[in-house]
């Protein structure tokens, strides 16, 4: 039981390419959760999914897309990589909205 | 806009004593959460508690939750080296969840 994990640990981009983001738990959630991390400003919700096939805009979407194909994954993409895009990356996993997440080891993500 | 607040930003304690950091959020909740982050780590859930409860307990950890005031504290008691962390609180708004910016808690051997 590997709960959530991240794939992948790190990655450094160019401005302006694209990259995926994939995350995967084997819990057998219903909702799942993707997250950014800065200095200073805590977590940062991006997009979640309540089920396979539905996702929705969190509190910063912009510049990010996501996509649920099958219940065990959630993929962050960026489609063009900006320098404020750097930062650590958190997916997380729950078994309805309003309980406890697990959470991924995350991805750092450096944009030059 | 940042629903949670955690106070202080940073704590710093000898080992055995208590630690209390608090949260403050700005709308009505289903329930509040409490997290932990080693550094350079994911968060770990610590404790939930409902909007309808106003104190909790989870081994060390005591957890008191004021509804009126929109604020919640968490206490951690004879506080261990390996309690080093940020703390952070987390309130739901529908499916979504907000994250305070933390409290960096050190415990000085």
């Known amino acids: 039981n590997a709960g959530v994990t991240q794939t992948p640990k790190f990655r450094v981009l160019k401005t302006g390419q694209s990259m995926t983001l994939l995350c995967a738990q084997d819990m057998n959630h219903e909702y799942m959760y993707w997250y950014r991390q800065d200095p200073g400003m805590g977590l940062r919700l991006i997009h979640y999914?309540?089920?396979?096939?539905?996702?929705a805009k969190g509190e910063v979407p912009d510049g990010y897309n996501v996509s649920r194909l099958k219940k065990q994954n959630f993929l962050l993409g960026l489609e063009s990589a900006a320098p404020s895009q750097t930062s650590v990356y958190f997916c997380?996993?729950?078994?309805?909205?309003?309980?406890?997440?697990?959470f991924g080891p995350g991805t750092r993500l450096t944009v030059t | 806009s940042q629903q949670g607040e955690e106070d202080p930003q940073a704590l710093s304690i000898q080992e055995g004593e208590n630690a209390t950091m608090n949260c403050s959020y700005k709308?009505?909740?289903?329930?509040l959460q409490w997290y932990r982050q080693n550094s350079g780590r994911g968060l770990v859930h610590l404790i939930l508690i409902r909007s309808n409860e106003r104190e909790k307990h989870s081994g060390r950890l005591r957890v008191t939750l004021d509804t009126s005031k929109k604020s919640s504290s968490l206490l951690i008691t004879a506080s261990r080296a390996a309690d080093t962390a940020s703390y952070f609180c987390?309130?739901?708004?529908?499916?979504?969840?907000?994250f305070g910016t933390g409290t960096s808690l050190t415990v000085i051997p």
């Open positions: 987390a309130t739901d708004v529908g499916n979504q969840f907000y």
């Open positions: 997380a996993s729950s078994v309805v909205g309003v309980e406890e997440q697990y």
């Open positions: 999914s309540v089920g396979e096939g539905t996702t």
């Open positions: 709308t009505s909740i289903n329930n």
